[in-house]
């Protein structure tokens, strides 16, 4: 099974990330959990973008706020997919984060989830993984399954109180 990567630019982004490993753990699928700066630690980025293929990881998440430049970073030196977590920071509340991450040249795509958008950062890549790999796919829909029953339970539960 391939693992997922995972990248923030500061510890202070560690409660979204908290988010993408508790998911990831839910569905059983390996990952790995790293501090790089684009901007100050640009060569071990780059270094653990350009081998991630190598070592075995099938997607990549990135988690970074203000100049939020670190999914494109990583993107840049790798063909795997690479999916943008902005964070809340700066003075746009997580808007100069988000129009960072999503607005990427031609030719170097990031997918890109909500503000603090952890958990569906994880799910995404676990998405990516299962196009591969039947055991992913099979969680993955039975999380779907149990999704839908909860919210089935509570508009039964609605329904009852009125």
Known sequence: ???????????????????????LKSLEIPFEVHIYSAHRTPVEARDFAVSARANGFGALICAAGMAAHLAGAIAAN????????????????????????VQM?????VATVA?????????????????????IAAKLDAKRISDAKVVLEKDASVMEKL
């Open 78 to 101: 790798t063909t795997l997919p690479v999916i943008g977590i902005p964070c809340k920071g700066g003075m746009m509340d997580g808007l100069d984060a988000l129009l960072a991450t």
């Open 115 to 135: 503000v603090g958008g952890g958990a569906n950062a994880a799910l995404l890549a676990a998405q990516i993984l299962a196009v591969s790999d039947a055991e």
């Open 1 to 23: 099974m391939k693992k997922i990567g995972i990248i923030m630019g500061s510890d202070s982004d560690l409660p979204i990330i908290k988010k993408a490993t508790d998911m």
């Open 105 to 109: 040249p031609t030719g170097i795509p």
